[in-house]
């Protein structure tokens, strides 16, 4: 049976669900494994990672490039202002959008708890189909179907909720070092825990919000 009930969805889980069942088990995962996604605004890159069911680990399947983008490096803050934002979310299945006027999207859940902290505003933010873009990721019709699919099938299966991370850019010692006199130093350092968190142990954290900053582990 599909995964979906909607048509779009349905007609999209067949185009591309065979290639992706023979090339996750090429890489020795599964089909409705958990899945994990973050993205770099300044490579226009976003990744997505399948959890290894032996190992715990999530290991990157796919890589994708964003076709469109709006804004600069730094978070969202306030309705209207054309940013992508940056930092921590989840997507259960009823932020899954079938229906988007964009072919498929699914959406990111910003303002989140740290945002509102903040005073920071907007709504509606989304990854989706299409080359175009205000505030969102725009991955093109042809490569929403792959992404929403296995996410849809993560949902199906055992995943409550995926996770998205989203970065101004790779957070490297070097990189970071170019960004020191930037307003949003702080802020990326916070980041940046949140980054090393994954690069050291392939599992998403478990993100929070104290004082307004980040925190992550238990």
């Known amino acids: 049976m599909p995964l ?21 088990k090429k890489a ?19 990744e997505l990672f399948v959890q290894n ?5 999530f290991e ?9 983008a709006s804004g600069k490096l ?15 979310y989840f997507v259960p299945p009823s932020a899954m959008k079938p229906d988007s006027r964009y072919h498929l999207a699914f959406n990111i859940g910003y303002p989140n708890v740290y945002d509102r902290f903040h005073g920071w505003t907007g709504s509606l933010i989304m990854v989706h189909g299409n080359r175009y873009s205000i505030g969102c990721l725009a991955m093109t019709d042809e490569k929403i179907e792959e992404i929403y699919t296995l996410c849809a099938a993560a949902h199906a299966d055992t995943q409550r909720f995926f996770r998205v991370h989203l970065f101004p850019f790779r957070m490297t010692e070097e990189r970071m070092k170019r960004a020191a006199s930037s307003e949003w130093e702080d802020f990326w350092n916070n980041l940046k825990e949140g980054y090393d968190a994954f690069e050291n142990k392939h599992i998403p954290p478990n993100v929070s919000v104290r004082g307004g900053r980040y925190h992550f582990g238990d």
């Open 53 to 57: 069911r032996t190992s715990g680990k």
């Open 74 to 88: 730094g978070p969202k803050l306030a309705e209207g202002d054309g940013q992508v934002p940056e930092g921590f």
């Open 28 to 46: 020795g995962l599964e089909f409705g494994a958990p899945v994990f996604i973050r993205a770099f605004k300044e490579e226009r890159v976003l």
């Open 60 to 68: 990157l399947f796919r890589s994708y490039r964003i076709a469109a």
């Open 4 to 24: 979906s009930s909607h048509p779009r969805a349905a007609a999209a889980e067949a185009r591309v669900r065979p290639a992706l069942e023979r090339d996750l």
